[in-house]
């Protein structure tokens, strides 16, 4: 499977915890986006890289949340002391260089996450 | 802000009709216009895309409309069928960026 890759599928974990999901994406991607996505609504932008530059966080993002792509090909979604708010599917999606700003993006399967 | 309205929120159509579901954007400067399907428990997968250059697009029964004057395109649907039962999510380019705002999303039902 060349598509884009998320683990883990399904995390439960107690408040204040932390959390960490990892994604891969489509190989020759050098764009990743990370997307909040709740029952009911549609996913919700929370920061994308170009290589290993991290160009835009969302200001929804509160400082609980990190992210990183060292390498410019993986890319780690830390969440710091969960809190049940955060109980949500986190996407993860990557695009294509070259074709100006409207690229297609493709979506990962999704890590969800039970704050309890 | 940057926004991107969609209704209606959930849609019910007989098999055989067909389906419009409608978004509004707020960039004016906004310039890829792309719609994503979604099944339960699934990835969204794209199912067609439009940019600003042309004002329509089809491919076989699915076709996207864009009227940039008034910021607004639409997804229809022609001859549904039951396997089109699922979550409909617009979404709109940012300009200046190459983040994508998305719509809350449709649920159509396809009654058999």
């Known amino acids: 499977d060349t598509g884009v890759s998320q683990d883990p599928r399904h995390k439960i974990t107690k408040r204040g915890q932390n959390v960490t999901f990892r994604c ?9 986006y990370w997307y909040r996505q709740t029952l009911g609504q549609g996913p ?15 200001r929804l993002l509160s400082d609980r949340f990190s992210a990183e792509r060292p390498k410019g090909s993986f890319s780690t979604l830390e969440i710091q002391r969960t809190e049940q708010g955060d109980s949500a599917m986190y996407l993860c999606a990557s695009s294509t260089p070259g074709q100006g700003r409207g690229n297609t993006i493709y979506f990962g399967e999704g890590s969800w996450l039970t704050v309890v | ?63 996207v409309t864009l009227n940039k004057t008034a910021k607004h395109f639409s997804l229809h649907i022609t001859e549904t069928q039951p396997e089109d039962s699922a979550v409909y999510f617009c ?22």
Request: aromatic share 10%; proline share 4%.
């Open chain 1, 24 to 32: 891969d994406p489509i190989s020759e991607h050098n764009r990743l």
């Open chain 1, 44 to 58: 919700e932008f929370l920061t994308y890289f170009q290589n290993e530059a991290q160009l835009e966080k969302s």
């Open chain 2, 1 to 63: 802000g940057e926004n991107v309205e969609q209704h209606p929120s959930t849609l019910s159509v007989q098999e055989g009709d067909s389906a419009v579901i409608k978004c509004t954007y707020s960039d004016s400067a906004s310039n890829y216009f792309p719609w994503y399907k979604q099944e339960l428990g699934k990835r969204p997968q794209l199912i067609i895309d439009i940019r600003s250059n042309v004002g329509e697009k089809k491919d076989q029964r699915i076709a």
């Open chain 2, 91 to 112: 979404a709109a380019s940012i300009a200046g960026t190459y983040k994508y705002i998305f719509g809350t999303g449709t649920r159509l039902k396809v009654l058999a």
